[in-house]
């Protein structure tokens, strides 16, 4: 089902949800995209289309910092409601990078309570993607500039307002709560929508297409454990994990205890397999002391592990992690290298 | 939802010196802690982390659960747990792991080495073994410590010398003149001659990582099958759960799918044994 909202309709529908509870959007903060609360003064300059926000969409729902756990007086956060919040402008990538962590913290055996309730409580709307950079490559991982499945609402923009297509019951609520301020969509706005998508989607193709592998991620690793182009990479890699910072499947944390008041608290940050220590155990022997090992790790990690684990590759070619990295790897490139069995000239 | 990062109280009811660097605290945990040997445990030091270890009591005792810890130098945990006293509390979060398969083990020969604190997560899986010995063909442990001073349980050792449910070979490094039993590193008491039905049987090795690595052509010599070469793995697990990653190997998660391992699902990450 997809409607039709005027701008200044949509903003009506923003301003009434934003009424009942927090609305996060995409605007520009100097020259990146990032998401804020929407409020008065931030209600100009919205953003529904372009490209992915700066920081991953995960943030919403594993935070950096979050405290899991206060004893002896045994106390769990998660107990404690969240509220309902929404997210408007996330992108295809983003969608997919939820699905991948959904994997990790709610599938198991023991699932992560503040993720869970952070998701039941997320209502997540997409928009299709218009400006994808050089750096994008969601097509390598089979996917599309533009959702088709999994998100509440989605929000394609064409010249005179955006389209909504419901996506689940709730996003349907939502829209109910506006709905004169919907018409249905026409035929020629839902052709103009396909049309922007398949420009975009034949842009990412057209620019990826140096990088196509002869064989799957997993296999090229597996098949390349060994190869010379790993320790090539590490050598260039300055370990200063930016790419798995930003990166929006990363899921790896770390617990630290503390003393707070009377009692004491469990604090998990995010932390990252490219950190000497990650691996290192009490007795001091480290399962991956080079850098050479962590790197290696991360692929095995992204393109091994979770494919055997989960069936899906934990990356979703948001190329978040190209545009961050200080040294300059491509992990298009780097896969391509090992393909080819030496590391690229432009090293 | 639970929230299984809360640890329940446990309270130290005991400490026994078993040697200068290694301790055993008694733990009497708020509510029983049901476990299956080879589990392991994520105790926390209040305000001071929280590190894995696995019980080395029995695991028909719920409420009263022994955990054998070496102090490491610069460990914060394991430096503040040797400093605590009876009465003092600490934090229990698990059991995690699957254990070891002791279905699988019924009706066969067990073959069980460990090596010097990796013999705390053995001594656990020798009382279930024990506790109905009847249950397997044959048990048979292995013991090696670096000399006769930093062995762990002294008594129970000397008590299982004249069980005729259990075959016991104990051996140090390096010897004093007290010493009686054989000198030399664990794969040097592990002998062709321990095992009959060595097709059928089953090894289990807790150890430090370099003794496993060497146990391995040992074991296949004597012509264990991969499939049966049981081995606890030390990894830096923290959450237990699969969740925080630290621990994984390869396509395994240490804590989830582990943290023991036959052969076949492990030789071949380069990272196994580091």
Known sequence: ??????????????????????????????????????????????VYDEIRAVEPLKSFFFKIKQRVAEYPVSYSESGKAET????????????????????????GEIKDPFYVERRKKGIIITSDCSSPKETCFCTLLSLKPYPEKGFDLNLSKISEGVILEVGSERGERLLSQGKELLSQASPSQLEGRNKNREVTLSKVKEQNEKFALSKPYRELIEEKFDSSVWGKYSGRCLECAA????????????LYDQKVGEGFEKVRVWDFCYY??????????????????????????????????????????????????LANIDMRQVFKDLEAGQSSNNM | ??????????????????????????????????????????????????????????????ERVEVTVLRQSGGKVTSALHGMKPGDMVGVRGPFGHGYPLERFKGNEVYVVGGGVGMAPMRALMFALLHEADQYKHIILR???????????????????????????????????????????????????????????????????????FMVPVLLKMGFAEEHMFFSLEKNMSCGMGLCGHCRIGNLYVCKDGADFSYDKIKDFPDVWA
């Open chain 2, 143 to 213: 013991y090696g410590a670096r000399n006769p001073e930093l062995r762990m349980y002294k008594e129970l050792c000397k008590s299982w010398e004249t069980d005729p449910r259990v075959d016991v070979v104990y051996t140090v490094d390096i010897a004093d003149e007290t010493w009686t039993h054989n000198v030399g590193v664990v794969t040097t008491i592990m002998k062709p001659e321990d095992i009959q039905d060595v097709k059928n049987a089953f090894s289990i090795g807790c150890g430090p990582p370099i003794m496993l690595r």
């Open chain 1, 243 to 254: 790419c798995l910072s930003i990166c929006p499947t990363c899921h790896c944390f770390l």
């Open chain 2, 1 to 62: 939802m639970e929230n299984p990062y809360v640890p329940i109280e446990a309270v130290i009811k005991d400490v026994i010196v078993e040697n200068p660097i290694i301790k055993t605290f008694v733990l009497k945990p708020e509510e029983p802690l049901k476990f299956s040997p080879g589990q392991f445990i994520m105790l926390t030091v209040p305000g001071v982390g929280e590190s894995p270890f696995t019980p080395s009591s029995s695991c028909f005792e719920t």
């Open chain 1, 1 to 46: 089902m997809a409607f039709f909202a005027s701008f200044s309709d949509f903003w009506g529908l923003l301003e009434k949800w934003a009424q009942e509870k927090p609305v996060y959007v995409v605007r520009y903060i100097s020259d990146n995209l990032h998401y804020q609360k929407f409020t008065s003064e931030t209600r100009d300059g919205i």
């Open chain 1, 84 to 107: 309902e919040f929404i997210i408007v402008g996330a992108k295809a990538c983003d969608l997919r990078s939820m699905e991948i962590l959904d994997e990790t913290f709610m599938r």
């Open chain 1, 276 to 325: 000497r220590g990650y691996a290192r155990v009490g007795g001091g022997t480290n399962a991956r002391p080079t850098g050479k090992d962590r790197i290696k790790n991360k692929y095995i990690k992204k393109f091994e592990f979770y494919m055997s684990k989960f069936g899906m590759y934990a990356c979703t070619g948001c190329g978040r992690c190209i545009e961050a990295c």
